[in-house]
């Protein structure tokens, strides 16, 4: 029997390059052994993506389009694109090509030699800004030492996982997940395939530094308390420090040194600041689960059957 591959593409504003990507990815799976179907996931695209995708639903019959409501960002994308899929495996992978299609046949091989899970591992990552190589690259490090999971290094969402790990992956309902961090966690067996990362084919990235940065605290926040932990630290230190201070202050019989205390205060405040701010990013998570929205909301699909229609999260 033939095997489906489910190939997963969140969409936001990518009327520049949306058309090269189909025409390239249809090109790819006609001379492939599997079945494909492309479902894109439209992220509240205010440009033409959706009309551009529409248009070649009606020429390829594998194309599929589940539809947002607004902006729900990236990561929500994956996770709803996840849902909608009936392949025995899936592909998560940009909708800008810079992920290359070349890269999904030696995911297949792993996993016909029978990994769960085969992540892309970015060897080369061309037409990236050094801030953003650089950014990344301290993340990735940042958060193996932080994280209570070991994620590999230097991957991103570009992978393929077989059904059992995609059900399990609809066990997890975070409202701001960290997808790659998810992955991990699920188990399995796990494997790379390292691949070159190619230039975006057309337009800007949808990335600006505030989703990264928004991206690597949901990261931190969702897999680590040691940030959390270091609130205690930073609150202890400018005690101790005070009380030192103090002692120093008597044993010398110097309570003079008006610029060192009002150092000291700002110096106490900017830890306190600092801790109420760590603590605020857990609490702002803790919300978002305890107020239970929805995590997406789906405005129309497009080439589903009646199981996908009655999907909702
Ligand atoms: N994307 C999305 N929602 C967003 C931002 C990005 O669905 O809010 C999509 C985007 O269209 C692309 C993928 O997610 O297919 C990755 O984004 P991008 O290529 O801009 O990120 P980069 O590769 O520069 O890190
Ligand atoms: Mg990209």
Same mark, same amino acid.
């Given at each position: 029997?033939?095997?489906?591959?489910?190939?997963?593409?969140?969409?936001? =504003?990518?009327?520049?390059?949306?058309?090269?990507?189909?025409?390239?990815? $249809?090109?790819?799976?006609?001379?492939?052994?599997?079945?494909?179907?492309?479902?894109?996931v439209?992220?509240?695209?205010?440009?033409?993506?959706?009309?551009?995708?529409?248009?070649?639903?009606?020429?390829?019959?594998?194309?599929?389009?589940v539809?947002f409501s607004?902006?729900f960002?990236?990561?929500i994308a994956i996770t709803a694109g996840l849902q909608y899929?009936?392949?025995?495996?899936?592909?998560?992978?940009?909708?800008?090509?810079?992920?290359?299609? $070349?890269?999904?046949?030696?995911?297949? $091989?792993?996993?016909?030699?029978?990994?769960?899970?085969?992540? @892309?591992?970015?060897?080369?990552?061309? @037409?990236?800004?050094?801030?953003?190589?650089? *950014?990344?690259?301290?993340?990735?490090?940042?958060?193996?030492?932080?994280?209570?999971? =070991?994620?590999?290094?230097?991957?991103?969402?570009?992978?393929?996982?077989?059904?059992?790990?995609?059900?399990?992956m609809q066990r997890l309902h975070e409202h701001?997940p960290?997808?790659?961090?998810?992955? *991990?966690?699920?188990?399995?067996?796990?494997?790379?395939?390292?691949?070159?990362?190619?230039?975006?084919?057309? @337009?800007?990235?949808?990335?600006?530094?505030?989703?990264?940065?928004?991206?690597?605290?949901?990261?931190?926040?969702?897999?680590?308390?040691?940030?959390?932990?270091?609130?205690?630290?930073?609150?202890?230190?400018?005690?101790?420090?005070?009380?030192?201070?103090?002692?120093?202050?008597?044993?010398?019989?110097?309570?003079?040194?008006? *610029?060192?205390?009002? *150092?000291?205060?700002?110096?106490?405040?900017?830890?306190?600041?600092?801790?109420?701010?760590?603590?605020?990013?857990?609490?702002?998570?803790?919300?978002?689960?305890?107020?239970n929205r929805p995590r997406f909301i789906v405005? =129309?699909?497009? @080439?589903?059957?009646?199981?996908a229609?009655s999907i909702h999260h």
């Amino acid at each position: 029997m033939t095997e489906t591959i489910s190939v997963v593409l969140p969409v936001f =504003n990518e009327e520049a390059g949306i058309k090269t990507t189909i025409d390239t990815l $249809e090109k790819f799976v006609s001379k492939q052994p599997e079945h494909y179907e492309l479902i894109f996931v439209d992220d509240g695209s205010k440009d033409r993506s959706v009309e551009i995708i529409n248009a070649e639903v009606k020429l390829h019959d594998n194309i599929k389009i589940v539809e947002f409501s607004r902006n729900f960002g990236h990561q929500i994308a994956i996770t709803a694109g996840l849902q909608y899929t009936s392949g025995d495996a899936v592909v998560v992978m940009d909708a800008d090509l810079q992920d290359p299609p $070349e890269v999904i046949p030696r995911m297949i $091989e792993k996993w016909h030699q029978g990994y769960d899970i085969v992540y @892309g591992k970015r060897e080369k990552r061309d @037409g990236e800004t050094i801030f953003k190589k650089f *950014t990344a690259a301290m993340f990735y490090r940042t958060f193996q030492k932080l994280a209570t999971i =070991n994620m590999p290094l230097d991957t991103g969402d570009f992978r393929l996982m077989n059904r059992k790990v995609v059900n399990q992956m609809q066990r997890l309902h975070e409202h701001d997940p960290f997808v790659r961090g998810q992955v *991990t966690w699920i188990g399995f067996k796990q494997t790379s395939v390292e691949y070159h990362r190619h230039e975006r084919i057309a @337009g800007e990235t949808k990335y600006p530094l505030s989703k990264m940065i928004k991206l690597s605290l949901d990261g931190i926040t969702s897999f680590s308390m040691k940030p959390l932990q270091l609130v205690n630290l930073f609150s202890g230190l400018p005690l101790l420090g005070g009380l030192i201070y103090l002692i120093y202050l008597i044993a010398t019989g110097g309570f003079t040194a008006m *610029t060192t205390g009002i *150092t000291l205060l700002l110096f106490s405040l900017g830890l306190i600041f600092l801790s109420l701010g760590i603590f605020g990013s857990y609490l702002g998570r803790v919300l978002d689960q305890v107020n239970n929205r929805p995590r997406f909301i789906v405005r =129309n699909t497009v @080439g589903f059957d009646e199981r996908a229609s009655s999907i909702h999260h």
